[in-house]
């Protein structure tokens, strides 16, 4: 009876186990099937936060690639402002330019014109030379190569070496028409507009220019050496001091009131 029970007991024993072992099976299994669910969740998880933050990063790009954009915009647009306002000045300043040269394209014409008067008008110095001059303006007038601005300097120019010709003491070799209509070569002395001296070639004989008459008329033998003096000087050939030479002046007669 003992045995029987024993024996019962034994195999209610090893059935319990049997039951237990494969509950706890079951259960390890569940455990293993919950930890990769739960390393799968968390890697999932993981990969999702990295996502996201990656996604961030491209966010914020963008946010400064828009903020760069829109400064570049304006930079663009402040560009394109300032251009706008050059372009209305440059429009501005030809105008004004096309206007000045309607403008100084005259005044050259009418300043040449006064060049020829004063040279037509004036003592026969450096006549020639002088003509020469104004034909060259003439010429250069209607030249397309030559820009207004050049041909208004040389315009200048030339009133500027008829200045020099007022205040300077020089000689020079030129042709001389005598009363007879006789041309000779001489020595012509000019002391500014003041005083026009002729000298023949061997230095025997002199004429003063009366502006008068408009013609060369002898000289007094007794300034030859003045007026060889005067050449000297001229010549540089002694210092410079005082000297007489005869006036070539026009006479102007007081009208009576």
Do not use: C
Not at 168 to 173: E, I, P, R, T
Not at 188 to 197: D, H, M
Request: no cysteine; charged share 20%; net charge negative.
């Amino acid at each position: 009876m003992n045995l029987l029970k024993i024996s019962l007991s034994l195999v209610a024993t090893t059935s319990l186990f049997a039951v237990n072992a494969s509950t706890l099976s079951d259960a390890n299994a569940i455990q293993n099937k919950t930890n990769s669910a739960s390393v799968a969740s968390q890697q999932n998880i993981n990969h999702s936060s990295q996502s996201a933050l990656l996604m961030q990063a491209d966010i914020d790009q963008l946010k400064e690639e828009v903020k760069n954009l829109t400064i570049y915009r304006n930079h663009l647009a402040s560009l394109v402002e300032n251009q706008n306002q050059e372009a209305q000045s440059l429009s501005s300043q030809i105008d004004e330019i096309k206007l000045t040269r309607q403008g100084i394209v005259p005044l050259m014409y009418q300043m040449i014109d006064g060049l020829r008067t004063l040279i037509e008008n004036d003592k026969p110095l450096k006549r020639e030379t002088r003509l020469e001059r104004l034909e060259k303006l003439e010429s250069m007038m209607v030249r397309s190569d030559v820009s207004d601005a050049e041909k208004y300097r040389r315009i200048l120019e030339a009133y500027q070496i008829e200045i020099d010709y007022g205040t300077k003491l020089g000689v020079y070799q030129g042709a001389v028409v005598l009363n007879e209509n006789k041309t000779i070569e001489a020595d012509i002395l000019y002391v500014g507009r003041l005083s026009l001296v002729a000298r023949s070639l061997n230095g025997k004989q002199y004429w003063s220019w009366s502006q008068n008459s408009h013609q060369w008329t002898n000289v007094d033998s007794g300034l030859y050496a003045d007026l060889d003096t005067a050449f000297k000087m001229a010549n540089n050939l002694i210092t410079p001091n005082l000297m007489t030479v005869p006036v070539s002046l026009e006479l102007v007669e007081e009208q009576s009131k």
